[in-house]
C-alpha cells in the first residue's frame, strides 16, 4: 500500500504545517485604529488585547457615551480583523476538502 503511505506522510506534513501556522497566528499582533486615530487597539491572535490607547481629545465627561462606542467599536474592529486573518490562512489546509462547516 505505497499510496496509503504516502498519504499518511502528506497528511503528517500538513499537520505539521497547520500547527506551525496556528501558532504564528496567536503570537501575531493586529494593530486597528479607529477613522480619527483616537482610540488604538493592540490584540494578539489568540484575540488578548496587549495595549490600548485612548487620544485625550476623544475624552469627554459629558460624552462618556461616544467614548464606549469608539472604544467598542474598535475593539470588535481587531477582533474581526483576527478572524479573518485566522480564516484566510488557515483555510488554505482545507481548500478543496469538502468538509463541513
Known amino acids: 500500500m505505497p499510496n496509503m503511505n504516502n498519504m499518511m506522510k502528506q497528511v ?57 462606542d469608539v472604544v467598542l467599536a474598535t475593539v470588535n474592529q481587531a477582533i474581526q480583523e483576527v478572524e479573518q486573518t485566522t480564516q484566510d490562512q488557515m483555510g488554505q489546509f482545507t481548500k478543496g476538502l469538502n468538509l463541513p462547516f
Do not use: N, R, Y
Request: overall charge negative; charged content about 45%; cysteine-free.
Open 12 to 68: 503528517q506534513k500538513m499537520q505539521k504545517e497547520m500547527e506551525k501556522t496556528q501558532k504564528e497566528l496567536e503570537t501575531k499582533e493586529f494593530v486597528v485604529e479607529d477613522a480619527q486615530k483616537l482610540v488604538k487597539v493592540v490584540m494578539t491572535g489568540k484575540k488578548e488585547i496587549k495595549e490600548l490607547t485612548i487620544k485625550p481629545d476623544l475624552v469627554d465627561p459629558e460624552d462618556i457615551e461616544m467614548l464606549q
